[in-house]
């Protein structure tokens, strides 16, 4: 980690955060305030490093006199101001707009000691963690007895009331006993679609309620739904559920 400093304001910003990976050479820039606190530069790095790589750091302070004790970053901080220069050496107050591109630049590009780019050995390392991961995981395979929860997709299923935000909605009902591999136990034989989906429909209202939204009262019936106990009812708007199953009526 290391900053370059001296540059004339760009959007706001006169300061360049470098930090670069010790392993892979991925090199990361920020433009931040020459204002800037222990606790603003630890914030950056959270929000964006600490994220994407999950990497720790360790403090080794270096002065001017010996670069030596941080070299790498040094290299870097001379190859991105070499990149500027060239950029933006007519406009030298638009450097800010180069920041992005710098960092692709440098990551794409062979290194030396790498004998790669930075970002083939970021992904390279990545493949590996992920072979190591997979020797710890083994195919899972249920038997008859076992409780199973059933995914369903949030953007093709047909089998429950839509909700208004799908990418939050739930994949997982259940538990179900499977009586044979690829079924499910149910009370009655469970209704499939033409794609092999379990098909969940409305049951029974269990209770009403009318809340206020946008100043407007909103009709909510708590929806009892076929193939799934009690406790997964949930609470629905009277006008959705009419639009989606009509041969159901929850209005009083």
């Not at 500027?84 to 710098?102: E, I």
């Amino acid at each position: 980690m290391d900053f370059i400093e001296g540059l004339p304001k760009s959007g706001g910003s006169d300061v360049i955060l470098v930090i670069v990976d010790r392993f892979t050479k991925v090199a990361h820039f920020f433009a931040i305030s020459n204002h800037y606190a222990a606790n603003g530069v630890a914030q950056v790095f959270f929000d964006n490093i600490y994220k994407l790589h999950r990497v720790g750091t360790q403090l080794h302070l270096s002065t001017s006199y010996h670069p030596q004790t941080d070299g790498q970053t040094e290299r870097v901080n001379r190859c991105l101001e070499t990149y500027l220069r060239c950029l933006c050496f007519q406009q030298p107050r638009k450097w800010k707009r180069c920041l992005t591109a710098a960092e692709w630049w440098y990551n794409t590009n062979h290194h030396t000691a790498l004998k790669m780019s930075p970002f083939q050995a970021l992904y390279r390392a990545q493949n590996l963690m992920k072979q190591y991961a997979d020797r710890n995981r083994s195919e899972r395979s249920f038997e008859v007895g076992d409780l199973v929860y059933l995914k369903l997709q949030p953007y093709r299923q047909t089998s429950i009331a839509l909700r208004r935000n799908l990418k939050l909605s739930s994949k997982y009902y259940g538990p179900y006993k499977p009586s044979a591999k690829g079924a499910v136990v149910h009370s009655q034989p469970p209704t499939l679609t033409e794609e092999g989906e379990v098909q969940i429909a409305p049951a029974a209202v269990l209770a009403r309620r009318t809340l206020q939204r946008h100043g407007r009262d909103v009709e909510q019936a708590l929806i009892q739904w076929k193939n799934l106990d009690t406790a997964d009812a949930t609470w629905e708007d009277g006008s959705a559920m009419q639009a989606q199953f009509l041969e159901f009526g929850v209005q009083s």
